[in-house]
C-alpha cells in the first residue's frame, strides 16, 4: 500500500485529501440562488468567516463535490483566499474532491467493526462494484469509501449510506442494499431518517431543508434513534437501581475576612470581594458562574489573581536578556520589542 499524498491509500491512512479537485464541465452552475443561501448562512454567524464550513457543504450539494468553482465562490464572498478555502476543503473528508455517485456507502474498518466482518463487506462490495476507495461505479450510482470510525460500536459491523446508519451488517446484507440502491431504490436504514441522497444529505448539513414540504422534514426528526443495544446499559441500571452519583451542589460563594487584615475576600478566587480591575471583576464574576467543577477550574486558571507557577518569573526574566558575543548579559533586550507590541 501506498501512503503517497494524493492516493487514494494515502488519502485512507492519513484522512487527508491532498489531490487537485477534479475539474468538470459537464456540472450544475452554481447560481445566485446558491450564492444567496451563501450570504443566508454567512449571516447567522458573528464572524462571516465562521460559515464557511456549511458553506462548502452547500455548493457540495449542488455539484455532487467540491468544485474549483465551489471554492471560488467561497472565497469571493467571504473575502478569502482559494488558499485558504482549499485548506480547509481538503482537511476534512467529507468534503469530495471529485464527484460522487448518486449515494455515498461508507464501511466502517475500524477495530471493532474489522474484527466482526466490517473489512471482509468492504472487501466483497470493492469486487462487486468494481471499485476501490472513494470511486464511484460506472453507473453513478453509488461512491464507495471505507471510513476510520462511524461511531456506532454497540452496532458493529456497521455501513452508512448518506450518513444514514444500517446497523450489524454483514456480506450478503451489505450487498443487498447497494443492489437496491442501483436500482434507484432507497432501503430503510436501521436507524435515522428515511434515506435521500448524497446531495440532499450535503444541503442538509449546510443546515438548509433537503426536504420539499413538512411533511417530510417531520418524518426525518422523527425517524427511530437509539436502539436496543445503546439502550441496554440504561435498562440494565433501572433494573438493578443502580444510579450515576449526584453532582456535588455548587457553593454560593461567601465573603471571609482576610487574615491580619480584614480586608473582604471572595472565598473563590482569594482575590478582592469589591474593587479591581475591570478584568479581575470579570474573572470573578466568571469563577462565581461557573455550572460545574470542570469550568470553575478553567475559569481560575485563567483568573488574573493566579499565582505564576514556579519558575515562570526566572524564566520571564531570562527571556528578557540577551548575551553579547564577548559573553556579558545585556538586560532590557526585549524592552522595545514589548513597547512595540
Same mark, same amino acid.
Given at each position: ?36 443561501e451563501c450570504r443566508e ?195 440494565? &441500571? !433501572?433494573?438493578?437501581?443502580? %444510579? +450515576?452519583?449526584?453532582? /456535588? $451542589?455548587r457553593e454560593t460563594p461567601?465573603?471571609?475576612?482576610? =487574615? *491580619? ?20 471583576? &470579570? !474573572?470573578?464574576?466568571?469563577? %462565581? +458562574?461557573?455550572?460545574? /467543577? $470542570? ?8 483568573? =488574573? *489573581? ?26 532590557? %533586550? ?8
Amino acid at each position: 500500500m501506498t501512503g503517497l499524498p494524493g492516493s487514494a491509500e494515502g488519502t485512507a491512512v492519513t484522512g487527508l485529501d491532498s489531490s487537485p479537485a477534479e475539474q468538470r464541465t459537464d456540472l450544475e452552475p452554481l447560481t445566485e440562488q446558491t450564492r444567496a443561501e451563501c450570504r443566508e448562512l454567512m449571516a447567522r454567524y458573528p464572524v462571516p468567516r465562521s460559515a464557511l464550513l456549511p458553506m462548502l457543504h452547500l455548493v457540495q450539494s449542488v455539484q455532487g463535490y467540491v468544485s474549483p468553482e465551489g471554492i471560488a465562490l467561497c472565497a469571493q464572498e467571504l473575502g478569502l483566499t482559494k488558499a485558504e478555502v482549499g485548506a480547509v476543503a481538503t482537511f476534512y473528508t467529507m468534503y469530495k474532491r471529485r464527484p460522487t455517485g448518486r449515494h455515498l456507502v461508507s464501511v466502517c474498518t475500524n477495530t471493532l467493526c474489522s474484527v466482526l466482518g466490517g473489512q471482509r463487506i468492504y472487501d466483497r462490495l470493492s469486487a462487486d462494484l468494481g471499485v476501490g476507495h472513494d470511486q464511484t461505479t460506472a453507473d453513478g450510482a453509488v461512491t464507495l469509501e471505507h471510513a476510520e470510525c462511524l461511531a456506532a460500536c454497540d452496532y458493529a459491523p456497521v455501513v452508512t449510506v448518506d450518513y444514514e446508519f444500517y446497523d450489524q451488517q454483514d456480506v450478503e446484507s451489505a450487498l443487498e442494499i447497494v443492489a437496491a440502491l442501483r436500482r434507484g431504490e432507497k432501503p430503510a436504514p436501521t436507524r435515522g431518517a428515511p434515506l435521500t441522497d448524497f446531495r440532499g444529505i450535503s444541503r442538509q448539513l449546510a443546515g438548509l431543508s433537503q426536504h420539499a414540504d413538512a411533511g417530510a422534514a417531520r418524518a426525518a426528526v422523527d425517524g427511530p434513534s437509539a436502539g436496543v443495544p445503546t439502550l441496554r446499559g440504561v435498562r440494565l &441500571a !433501572a433494573e438493578r437501581g443502580e %444510579a +450515576a452519583p449526584p453532582m /456535588p $451542589a455548587r457553593e454560593t460563594p461567601e465573603t471571609v475576612s482576610a =487574615p *491580619d487584615e480584614g480586608t473582604p475576600v471572595s472565598r473563590d478566587t482569594g482575590g478582592p470581594d469589591t474593587g479591581g480591575t475591570p478584568g479581575e471583576q &470579570a !474573572a470573578d464574576a466568571q469563577v %462565581a +458562574a461557573a455550572d460545574n /467543577p $470542570a469550568e470553575r477550574s478553567g475559569a481560575e486558571q485563567n483568573h =488574573p *489573581d493566579r499565582p505564576e507557577p514556579a519558575g515562570r518569573a526566572a524564566a520571564d526574566r531570562d527571556a528578557g536578556s540577551e548575551t553579547s558575543t564577548d559573553g556579558q548579559a545585556q538586560s532590557g %533586550a526585549g524592552t522595545s520589542v514589548e513597547r512595540e507590541v
